[in-house]
């Protein structure tokens, strides 16, 4: 059977012309969603998922109506081939029921790799750059020193209250009761 999904990302935009080449591609049922792709929850993508069964086609307009990235659309796929579904894009020509449309899309997984791996091996490098120029990176500490001591002198004064003493410093109790609890407070 072959599923469709359809998404536009804000109310102003139409389905009606993702709708209409689903529908001339086959589809049988179409599903869709009026959300960003940035975001994590379609419910109408969910529903197409587990309406999907074993020989299903999920068939979209374009590889962007999936897949939030190309890692999270490689994701996406990969669960779909695992299950037994196969998947079409009619825009690009793609369809993993093919070899040629499975090995475009092993070409793609391949190519996120190497993107991910480029990207931890600048992140690392940068890293140790900074580490050899004296940083530690991180945020840097919410209380000095000196107002760990001051906390500490207010503190003494039995009518005041750790949650006046966190309010006077700008900070959250337990982010006082944390730097109190610390022998030293690094500046």
């Known amino acids: 059977m072959l599923i469709g999904y359809a998404r536009v990302s804000t109310h102003d935009q139409k389905l009606d012309l993702q709708i209409d080449a689903l529908q001339a591609a086959g589809a049988e049922k179409i ?14 993508l969910t529903d197409a998922l587990q309406f999907l069964r ?29 299950r037994g579904v196969g998947f079409r894009s009619l825009n ?4 993993t029921t093919t070899a040629g449309g499975r090995m ?31 940083r530690k990176g991180g945020r840097p500490p919410a209380l000095t020193n000196n107002d760990v001591r001051k906390a500490r002198l207010m503190l003494q004064d039995p009518d005041i209250t750790m949650k006046e003493v966190a309010s006077t410093l700008g900070v959250a109790t337990s982010t006082l009761s944390r730097h109190l609890k610390r022998q030293s407070v690094p500046e």
């Open 31 to 44: 599903f869709s969603d009026t959300a960003s792709g940035a975001k994590a929850e379609r419910p109408g």
């Open 54 to 82: 074993t020989g299903d086609t999920l068939i979209v307009w374009r590889l962007d109506r999936l897949g939030r990235s190309l890692l999270d659309l490689i994701k996406q796929v990969d669960a779909l081939r695992e």
């Open 92 to 95: 690009e020509g793609i369809d």
């Open 104 to 134: 475009v899309f092993q070409i793609f997984g391949a190519l996120a790799e190497f993107e991910r791996n480029l990207i931890r091996e600048r992140t690392k490098a940068g890293l140790e750059a900074a580490r050899a120029r004296g």
